[in-house]
């Protein structure tokens, strides 16, 4: 599966996407970034869990405590994915400029 | 030609010396459009038509493990008093768009996250 295939599936969770938007804020302990979802504090960590499998968050450790926070870097094929649109569609203007020359009137 | 870049959307706008018929031509005949789109036959299929105006597609790619992710590819023609045709193009809708609305609420700095070197960026700001 390519990267962003990956990423793709792994935001199209509602709630996981929630959960990567809310750490846009900072960086947050589980307990912190459950204070606003309905979910479980279990269902978080699995969100989270998935959230890092993908590149999209890094955790730290520090005592007894782990900190999230969005790896941004994450996001880079997904950026690639849309750009190589961005380079194909001006190079199929040009060769449709060229086809409307040669097309009878 | 210019391009405006908002990461969700993709506009291509050009000027063309030909009228709208003639482009409109090019963008529905089979025969024509396989000349500089041949693409289209596996990926486009048409949602919308709007004879000499406007062609609105469904634009469907395909990963590796045979998922589709599906977006959307509009053309709209405008006549120019030179006799040519403006034509827009625009490609979003993407049917992801999850991941695309993700994106489009992070911080701008970090929307393209290769132009810049984040690896020590602070989050708390």
Known sequence: MPPEAALFRTLADPTRRAVFERLGEGEMTVSDLRSGFSVSQPAISQHLAALKAAGLVSERRAGRNAFYRLRPEGLAPLAGWVDRYRTFWPERIAKLKDVLKDMEP | ?125
Do not use: Q, Y
């Not at chain 2, 709007?50 to 634009?59: A, D, N, Q, V």
């Open chain 2, 1 to 125: 030609m210019s391009l405006e870049s908002p990461l969700e959307t993709i506009v291509v706008d050009t000027d063309l010396d030909e009228p709208p018929e003639k482009v409109w031509r090019a963008l529905t005949e089979p025969e024509v459009l396989d000349r500089w789109l041949a693409e289209a036959k596996d990926r486009a299929e048409v949602v919308e038509s709007e004879p000499g105006k406007r062609l609105r597609l469904t634009w469907r790619d395909r990963d590796a493990d045979g998922g589709l992710v599906e977006s959307e590819v509009t053309f709209t023609l405008t006549p120019m008093i030179t006799g040519g045709t403006r034509l827009r193009l625009v490609h979003d809708g993407f049917v992801h768009t999850a991941c695309m609305s993700a994106l489009a609420r992070l911080p701008r700095a970090l929307r393209r996250p290769r132009l810049a070197n984040l690896g020590g960026l602070a989050w708390a700001a």
